[in-house]
């Protein structure tokens, strides 16, 4: 299973933009998938992800409302549309699937990762 993101920039306050993720692989469009974010010195945490098979989609509370995450199954992507950014949101972004669990969570991290993406919100 390979993931590959794209779409990170620089952006300032305000901006938006749009992280995609392809996943390769069998059965790969069933997969549950899902961002998580790092920045430097914190832990890895649960942005947002969508459920086996594309049902229920998840938020942090800290992007709900302004994050949208979204599936095109025949391309197993995912896309990452971030709305109103702002500097607390810098950190790189990782892409995560499983291939055996059906969804994905703050306490659930999946088995296969993207190699990240940097997002800075700039005042």
């Known amino acids: 299973v390979h993931l590959v993101e794209s779409g990170g920039g620089s952006v300032e306050a305000g901006g938006s933009l749009r992280l995609t993720c392809s996943v390769s692989?069998?059965?790969?469009?069933?997969?549950?998938m899902g961002w998580f974010r790092q920045s430097p010195g914190k832990e890895r945490e649960f942005v947002a992800a969508?459920?086996?098979?594309?049902?229920?989609?998840d938020y942090a509370n800290s992007v709900r409302g302004r994050f949208l995450l979204s599936r095109d199954g025949d391309k197993n992507t995912v896309y990452l549309q971030m709305n109103d950014l702002k500097p607390e949101d810098t950190a790189v972004y990782y892409c995560?699937?499983?291939?055996?669990?059906?969804?994905?969570?703050?306490?659930?991290?999946?088995?296969?990762w993207g190699q990240g993406t940097q997002v800075t919100v700039s005042l």
């Open positions: 995560n699937a499983d291939p055996v669990a059906g969804y994905l969570s703050p306490m659930l991290k999946g088995e296969y």
């Open positions: 692989g069998p059965t790969s469009n069933s997969y549950p």
């Open positions: 969508i459920h086996y098979r594309g049902g229920h989609i």
